[in-house]
T-cell receptor, first 114, second 116 residues
Framework: ETGVTQTPRHLVMGMTNKKSLKCEQHLGHNAMYWYKQSAKKPLELMFVYSLEERVENNSVPSRFSPECPNSSHLFLHLHTLQPEDSALYLC?????????????FGQGTRLTVV | AQSVTQPDIHITVSEGASLELRCNYSYGATPYLFWYVQSPGQGLQLLLKYFSGDTLVQGIKGFEAEFKRSQSSFNLRKPSVHWSDAAEYFCAVGATAGGGADGLTFGKGTHLIIQP
C-alpha cells in the first residue's frame, strides 16, 4: 500500500484509440506529477500540478493531455499515440508549500501502443 | 541545469557482501537528494533522503548514504546485501523535497544482481 494508486496497471491500445490513465492519492498531498519511464532512459518529468494548477508541462506532445480535477486525482488522457510512447507511466504526489515533502510514487501503468 | 550520473549500469554482488552504488549530481544550489528502489513491474519506493544536517543518512532496509558536497556525490551503501535487494536503484536530485515545479531529476539507474 503506497498511498498512490494507479489504474489500470497494464494497457494496450491502438494508435487511433483514446484512453485515460488514472492516479489517486490518499496522503493528503497537494502536488501531483506524471513521469514517463522508457527503457534505457532516465525517468522524464511530464507534468506537474501544484494546488490543482499545472505548473510544468516540459514540452510534452499534445497527444498527452493531463487533468487534475482535485488534489487527490490526476488523469492522463491519451489519443493518437505512437509506438514510441510505449513506456511505464508513473504518478507521484508530494506536499507543496512552505515545506515540501518527498515524492511518493504509484506502481505505474505499463502502456503498450500497437 | 541539474543532472544525475550513475556510472554503473549493472552491479553484481554476492549475498552477504557489502554494497556501494555511486551517484554524482550537478546542481547549482543546495540539493535535495534521494535514493529510490524499483522492483520489477513496480513503482519507486523511497529508500532515503538528504535535505540538510548530518551528511550520513540512514534509510529503510539497512541502507545508508553519505552526502559529500566537495565531490558532488551521494553514494548508497549497505554492509550486507540480501537476495531480496536485487532491484533497480535510482538516485535523484531536486530543488525541494518533492521536486517542486521542476520535479525530480533522476539518474539512469543501477541494476543490482545478487549472486547466491
Amino acid at each position: 500500500e503506497t498511498g498512490v494508486t494507479q489504474t489500470p496497471r497494464h494497457l494496450v491500445m491502438g494508435m487511433t484509440n483514446k484512453k485515460s490513465l488514472k492516479c489517486e492519492q490518499h496522503l493528503g498531498h497537494n502536488a501531483m506529477y506524471w513521469y514517463k519511464q522508457s527503457a534505457k532512459k532516465p525517468l522524464e518529468l511530464m507534468f506537474v500540478y501544484s494546488l490543482e494548477e499545472r505548473v510544468e508541462n516540459n514540452s510534452v506532445p499534445s497527444r498527452f493531455s493531463p487533468e487534475c480535477p482535485n488534489s487527490s486525482h490526476l488523469f492522463l488522457h491519451l489519443h493518437t499515440l505512437q509506438p514510441e510512447d510505449s513506456a511505464l507511466y508513473l504518478c507521484a504526489s508530494s506536499k507543496a508549500g512552505g515545506t515540501w515533502t518527498e515524492a511518493f510514487f504509484g506502481q505505474g501503468t505499463r502502456l503498450t501502443v500497437v | 541545469a541539474q543532472s544525475v550520473t550513475q556510472p554503473d549500469i549493472h552491479i553484481t554482488v554476492s549475498e552477504g557482501a557489502s554494497l556501494e552504488l555511486r551517484c554524482n549530481y550537478s546542481y547549482g544550489a543546495t540539493p535535495y537528494l534521494f535514493w529510490y528502489v524499483q522492483s520489477p513491474g513496480q513503482g519507486l519506493q523511497l529508500l532515503l533522503k538528504y535535505f540538510s544536517g548530518d551528511t550520513l543518512v540512514q534509510g529503510i532496509k539497512g541502507f545508508e548514504a553519505e552526502f559529500k558536497r566537495s565531490q558532488s556525490s551521494f553514494n548508497l551503501r549497505k554492509p550486507s546485501v540480501h537476495w531480496s535487494d536485487a532491484a533497480e536503484y535510482f538516485c535523484a536530485v531536486g530543488a525541494t523535497a518533492g521536486g517542486g515545479a521542476d520535479g525530480l531529476t533522476f539518474g539512469k539507474g543501477t541494476h543490482l544482481i545478487i549472486q547466491p
